[in-house]
C-alpha cells in the first residue's frame, strides 16, 4: 500500500494539473472576438438616382416569382417595362457597381438609354424555377391544354405580375409593356395570350416559337446539335450553375468523336434532364411541338395588345419564329393598327448595340440606334406614357442590305418603298456549274454528283469552330455572326456543288422567302439537303480591297430529308430516284448590285451546328449507332423535265 502510494500521488497531482490545464484551455476557445460584420447590414443608396426594390411576387397557385423593381428616383405616373427572363433576374440588373440606373441596366435584354431617358420603372423577373423563383421549370412552359394539364402557365404568371404590378407601384401610371429578346421574347409573346388589361404594348425580339420548325432545336427535321450546351445549361440546374464542358479546341472534332447526338447527351449525363428526354421522344413534328407554337397558338385569338415583332435577317437562333407569328396575324382584322413589324441588319440580340456592320459587312449607319431612337422609343411611348403623341410608324420598317437603307411598308413582303409586290421568278441551275433565269436546255447528264461521307461532314464554318456561346481565351468570340461568313472556302470541297451566275448587269432585289425546289436523287435512304443562296461580290473593290469577291450568305437553310413528305410522319427514301423536295429559305430584304453575281450552293452536311443524317434511314436520329453511318451518292438534278430551281421574290431593282 505505501509503495503504491508513493507512485500514485504523483500521477494523481499530474492528471490533476492536466485537468485544470484543460479547463483553461477550453475558456479560451469559447472566448471569440465580436464579428465586424452586422447581422443586417442596409445599404445607404440615398445619392443612387433609382430605388431598387426585391419582391417574391405571389402567383394563383402560391408559388413566388423572384422579381427586381428599378424605379427612378422621383417617378409618378411612370409606365412598366417588364422582362420575364430564365437568365437571373439579380444579374440583368446589377451589369455596374454605380448609383445611377443606365450602367446598373445595360445589357443583354434591357434598351437602358430609353429606360432611362423616359423615365420606365424597369422590372425583371425570373420565370419559375429558375434563380430566385418558386415552382417547377419546364423549357418553353406550354400553355394550359394538351400539354399542360395543371392551373398555370407563362401566361398567368403574366397576367398575376402585372396585376400586382399595378396595385403596388404608386409610382407608376399603370400601363405596362412586356420587351424581350430570344426566351425573354417567347415571355414576351406569351404576354398576348389572353392578356391583362393593363398590358398596353409587347415587344417581342427574336422570339422563340417554334423550335421544330425553325428556332432553337431543329430545322425542317434537322437537329441542332451545337444547342445541347445551351439545354445543358438550362436544365440542369436553377441557376444555370452545371457549365459545359468540352475539352476540344475545335468544336468539329468533339461532336465528330461522340457519334450521335444521344450519345454525346448520353456522356454528359443528360439523360437526368426532362427537357433532353422530351427530345428524344420527339424527333419529329407531332403534337407535342404543333400544339405549343406560338404563331399557331396566338392565330386563334384576336390580337388585343399592339404587338411589334421585331425580326434579324441573319439570326443564328431564332430566324423563324418572329416571321412566323407575322403570318398568322397580319391577315386578321384585329391586327388593323396593332400589328407592326421590323425586319433589322442584325444577329440575334443585336438590337441594342449601335450596329454599324455585321461581321465584315459594312451597312452604312448605326443601325441599332437608328431602330432605338426612331422605331422603338416613339412606339414604347405613344401607349406607355401619359400624354405621348401617336407615333409614326409604318405597319412594316425594313432594312434593305445592299442598299443600306430603311423603309417603310404598309405590309410584308413589299417593295419600292411600298410601291409593288414582290414577283416570284425562278432561278435555275445550269450545267457547267451555272445559274440563271431561263430554264435549262437539254444536253449532258442532266445533273451533277457528289459523295457525301458522315465521317467527313462539311463544317459550317471554317476551323477551328469554337464551343457553341463559349469565346475561346485568345481569339475574339465571332459565333453570333457565323451566318455572314465568307462561303468561298467550302466551295473546294468535293461535296458541295456549286452553281454561279454571271455578273449582274443590273441591281436586282428580293424581299421575302425564296422558295428551293431541289430534285435530288440519294444512294442512301435518307438525306440532308442544305441550300445557300449567296451574294458574290466583284474580286476587285477598290473602296473596300478586303471584300473582293467575298461570297456573303444572303439566306441559308437545312432540310432533312425523311419529311419530303410529312413532317410528321417521316419515311425513307427510296433509293437513286431523282425526287423533289420543297422548303422556303429564310426572309430577305437585299439588293444583289450591278457587277454582283449570285451564287447557289448545295451539300448534305452542315456539321456541327445540326446532327449528321446516317444516309440509312433509321426510327430515331438520336440513337444511331456507328454503323448506321454510311457514304451516299448524291445527284442534284437540272434538265428540262427535272430542272432544280429558287424561286425568287423579286421587286423592282434598286439603284
Given at each position: 500500500?505505501?509503495?503504491?502510494?508513493r507512485?500514485a500521488?504523483?500521477a494523481?497531482f499530474l492528471?490533476?494539473?492536466m485537468?485544470?490545464?484543460?479547463?483553461?484551455g477550453?475558456?479560451?476557445?469559447?472566448?471569440?472576438l465580436?464579428?465586424?460584420?452586422p447581422a443586417h447590414f442596409?445599404p445607404?443608396?440615398?445619392?443612387?438616382?433609382?430605388?431598387?426594390?426585391?419582391?417574391?411576387?405571389?402567383?394563383?397557385?402560391?408559388?413566388?416569382?423572384?422579381?427586381?423593381?428599378?424605379?427612378?428616383k422621383g417617378a409618378?405616373h411612370?409606365?412598366?417595362?417588364l422582362?420575364r427572363?430564365p437568365?437571373?433576374?439579380?444579374?440583368?440588373?446589377h451589369?455596374?457597381?454605380?448609383?445611377?440606373l443606365?450602367p446598373?441596366?445595360?445589357g443583354?435584354?434591357?434598351?437602358?438609354?430609353?429606360?432611362?431617358e423616359?423615365?420606365?420603372?424597369?422590372?425583371?423577373?425570373?420565370?419559375r424555377?429558375?434563380?430566385?423563383?418558386?415552382?417547377?421549370f419546364?423549357m418553353?412552359?406550354?400553355?394550359?391544354?394538351?400539354l399542360n394539364?395543371?392551373?398555370?402557365?407563362d401566361?398567368?404568371?403574366?397576367y398575376?405580375?402585372?396585376?400586382?404590378l399595378?396595385?403596388?407601384?404608386?409610382?407608376?401610371?399603370?400601363?405596362?409593356?412586356?420587351?424581350?429578346i430570344?426566351?425573354?421574347g417567347?415571355e414576351a409573346l406569351?404576354?398576348?395570350?389572353?392578356p391583362?388589361p393593363?398590358?398596353?404594348?409587347?415587344?417581342?425580339?427574336?422570339?422563340?416559337?417554334?423550335?421544330?420548325?425553325g428556332?432553337?432545336?431543329?430545322?425542317?427535321?434537322?437537329?441542332?446539335?451545337q444547342?445541347?450546351?445551351?439545354?445543358?445549361?438550362?436544365?440542369?440546374?436553377r441557376?444555370?450553375?452545371?457549365?459545359?464542358w468540352?475539352?476540344?479546341?475545335?468544336?468539329?472534332?468533339?461532336?465528330?468523336k461522340?457519334?450521335?447526338?444521344?450519345?454525346?447527351?448520353q456522356?454528359r449525363?443528360?439523360d437526368?434532364?426532362?427537357?433532353w428526354?422530351?427530345?428524344?421522344?420527339h424527333p419529329?413534328?407531332?403534337a407535342f411541338?404543333?400544339?405549343q407554337?406560338m404563331d399557331?397558338l396566338?392565330?386563334?385569338?384576336p390580337?388585343?395588345?399592339?404587338m411589334?415583332?421585331?425580326?434579324?435577317?441573319?439570326?443564328?437562333?431564332?430566324?423563324?419564329?418572329?416571321m412566323?407569328?407575322?403570318?398568322?396575324?397580319?391577315?386578321?382584322?384585329?391586327?388593323?393598327g396593332?400589328?407592326?413589324l421590323v425586319?433589322?441588319p442584325?444577329?440575334?440580340?443585336k438590337?441594342?448595340?449601335r450596329a454599324?456592320?455585321?461581321?465584315k459587312?459594312?451597312?452604312?449607319?448605326?443601325?441599332g440606334?437608328?431602330?432605338?431612337?426612331?422605331v422603338?422609343?416613339?412606339f414604347?411611348?405613344?401607349?406607355l406614357?401619359?400624354?405621348?403623341?401617336?407615333?409614326?410608324i409604318?405597319?412594316?420598317t425594313?432594312f434593305?442590305?445592299?442598299?443600306?437603307?430603311?423603309?417603310?411598308l404598309?405590309?410584308?413582303?413589299?417593295?419600292?418603298?411600298?410601291?409593288?409586290?414582290p414577283?416570284?421568278?425562278?432561278?435555275?441551275?445550269?450545267a457547267?456549274d451555272?445559274?440563271g433565269f431561263?430554264?435549262?436546255k437539254?444536253?449532258g447528264?442532266?445533273y451533277?454528283e457528289?459523295?457525301s461521307?458522315p465521317?467527313?461532314?462539311?463544317p459550317?464554318?471554317?476551323?477551328p469552330?469554337q464551343?457553341w456561346s463559349h469565346?475561346?481565351?485568345?481569339?475574339?468570340?465571332?459565333?453570333?455572326?457565323?451566318l455572314?461568313?465568307d462561303?468561298?472556302?467550302f466551295a473546294t470541297?468535293?461535296?458541295?456543288?456549286?452553281?454561279?451566275?454571271?455578273?449582274?448587269?443590273q441591281?436586282?432585289?428580293?424581299?421575302?422567302?425564296?422558295?428551293?425546289?431541289?430534285?435530288?436523287?440519294t444512294?442512301?435512304?435518307?438525306?440532308d439537303?442544305v441550300?445557300?443562296?449567296?451574294d458574290?461580290?466583284?474580286?476587285?473593290?477598290?473602296?473596300?480591297p478586303?471584300?473582293?469577291?467575298?461570297e456573303?450568305?444572303?439566306a441559308?437553310d437545312?432540310?432533312r430529308?425523311?419529311?419530303?413528305k410529312?413532317?410528321?410522319?417521316?419515311e425513307p427514301?427510296p433509293?437513286?430516284?431523282?425526287?423533289p423536295?420543297?422548303?422556303d429559305?429564310?426572309?430577305?430584304n437585299?439588293?444583289f448590285?450591278?457587277g454582283?453575281?449570285l451564287?447557289?450552293?448545295i451539300?448534305s452536311?452542315?456539321f456541327?451546328?445540326?446532327?449528321?443524317?446516317?444516309?440509312?434511314?433509321?426510327?430515331?436520329?438520336?440513337?444511331?449507332?456507328p454503323?448506321?453511318?454510311q457514304?451516299?451518292?448524291?445527284?442534284?438534278y437540272?434538265?428540262?423535265?427535272?430542272?432544280?430551281?429558287?424561286?425568287?421574290?423579286?421587286?423592282?431593282?434598286?439603284?
Amino acid at each position: 500500500m505505501h509503495r503504491f502510494m508513493r507512485h500514485a500521488f504523483p500521477a494523481f497531482f499530474l492528471v490533476a494539473a492536466m485537468a485544470t490545464g484543460s479547463a483553461h484551455g477550453a475558456d479560451q476557445a469559447h472566448v471569440q472576438l465580436p464579428s465586424e460584420i452586422p447581422a443586417h447590414f442596409k445599404p445607404v443608396t440615398g445619392s443612387f438616382d433609382f430605388t431598387r426594390r426585391v419582391v417574391d411576387i405571389p402567383m394563383r397557385d402560391g408559388v413566388k416569382l423572384h422579381t427586381v423593381i428599378l424605379i427612378p428616383k422621383g417617378a409618378t405616373h411612370a409606365g412598366i417595362l417588364l422582362t420575364r427572363t430564365p437568365y437571373g433576374a439579380d444579374s440583368m440588373t446589377h451589369h455596374a457597381d454605380s448609383p445611377h440606373l443606365g450602367p446598373t441596366i445595360v445589357g443583354y435584354d434591357t434598351p437602358d438609354d430609353i429606360v432611362v431617358e423616359d423615365g420606365y420603372i424597369r422590372v425583371v423577373q425570373d420565370v419559375r424555377g429558375k434563380y430566385g423563383s418558386g415552382g417547377a421549370f419546364v423549357m418553353n412552359r406550354p400553355m394550359r391544354g394538351p400539354l399542360n394539364k395543371t392551373s398555370v402557365d407563362d401566361a398567368t404568371d403574366t397576367y398575376d405580375t402585372i396585376d400586382w404590378l399595378v396595385k403596388n407601384l404608386p409610382q407608376s401610371n399603370g400601363k405596362v409593356g412586356i420587351i424581350g429578346i430570344s426566351y425573354d421574347g417567347f415571355e414576351a409573346l406569351v404576354g398576348a395570350f389572353h392578356p391583362h388589361p393593363a398590358l398596353k404594348v409587347v415587344v417581342p425580339i427574336n422570339p422563340m416559337v417554334d423550335g421544330w420548325m425553325g428556332d432553337d432545336w431543329f430545322h425542317n427535321g434537322a437537329f441542332r446539335e451545337q444547342m445541347i450546351p445551351y439545354i445543358y445549361g438550362q436544365d440542369a440546374g436553377r441557376s444555370s450553375q452545371y457549365p459545359w464542358w468540352s475539352g476540344e479546341r475545335d468544336d468539329y472534332n468533339l461532336y465528330l468523336k461522340a457519334g450521335s447526338a444521344g450519345a454525346l447527351a448520353q456522356s454528359r449525363g443528360m439523360d437526368q434532364l426532362g427537357f433532353w428526354r422530351k427530345l428524344l421522344a420527339h424527333p419529329a413534328y407531332d403534337a407535342f411541338w404543333q400544339d405549343q407554337a406560338m404563331d399557331k397558338l396566338l392565330a386563334k385569338q384576336p390580337l388585343s395588345v399592339p404587338m411589334m415583332l421585331v425580326h434579324s435577317l441573319w439570326d443564328e437562333e431564332d430566324i423563324y419564329g418572329d416571321m412566323a407569328v407575322y403570318r398568322a396575324l397580319a391577315d386578321k382584322p384585329s391586327a388593323r393598327g396593332k400589328l407592326f413589324l421590323v425586319i433589322g441588319p442584325w444577329r440575334h440580340a443585336k438590337t441594342w448595340e449601335r450596329a454599324p456592320d455585321i461581321g465584315k459587312i459594312d451597312l452604312g449607319m448605326n443601325t441599332g440606334d437608328w431602330f432605338r431612337n426612331h422605331v422603338l422609343r416613339p412606339f414604347l411611348a405613344q401607349y406607355l406614357k401619359d400624354g405621348a403623341p401617336k407615333a409614326s410608324i409604318a405597319p412594316v420598317t425594313a432594312f434593305i442590305t445592299g442598299a443600306n437603307r430603311w423603309e417603310r411598308l404598309a405590309h410584308w413582303p413589299e417593295g419600292c418603298d411600298g410601291h409593288c409586290t414582290p414577283t416570284m421568278k425562278p432561278l435555275y441551275l445550269h450545267a457547267d456549274d451555272g445559274l440563271g433565269f431561263t430554264a435549262p436546255k437539254a444536253g449532258g447528264s442532266g445533273y451533277d454528283e457528289y459523295v457525301s461521307d458522315p465521317a467527313k461532314p462539311v463544317p459550317y464554318r471554317i476551323r477551328p469552330i469554337q464551343p457553341w456561346s463559349h469565346g475561346m481565351p485568345d481569339q475574339v468570340d465571332t459565333w453570333p455572326e457565323w451566318l455572314v461568313d465568307d462561303q468561298r472556302q467550302f466551295a473546294t470541297r468535293t461535296d458541295v456543288v456549286t452553281y454561279v451566275s454571271k455578273p449582274l448587269e443590273q441591281p436586282l432585289m428580293i424581299a421575302g422567302s425564296p422558295a428551293v425546289h431541289l430534285v435530288a436523287s440519294t444512294s442512301g435512304s435518307d438525306s440532308d439537303w442544305v441550300v445557300k443562296l449567296i451574294d458574290v461580290y466583284p474580286d476587285e473593290m477598290a473602296e473596300q480591297p478586303s471584300m473582293g469577291g467575298y461570297e456573303l450568305p444572303i439566306a441559308m437553310d437545312i432540310f432533312r430529308g425523311r419529311y419530303r413528305k410529312s413532317f410528321a410522319d417521316p419515311e425513307p427514301i427510296p433509293s437513286n430516284r431523282p425526287l423533289p423536295y420543297r422548303f422556303d429559305l429564310p426572309t430577305v430584304n437585299h439588293v444583289f448590285k450591278k457587277g454582283h453575281r449570285l451564287m447557289v450552293q448545295i451539300q448534305s452536311s452542315w456539321f456541327p451546328l445540326y446532327d449528321r443524317n446516317p444516309q440509312a434511314f433509321v426510327p430515331n436520329i438520336f440513337l444511331a449507332k456507328p454503323g448506321d453511318y454510311q457514304k451516299a451518292t448524291q445527284r442534284i438534278y437540272h434538265s428540262p423535265q427535272q430542272a432544280t430551281y429558287i424561286d425568287l421574290p423579286v421587286v423592282k431593282a434598286v439603284q
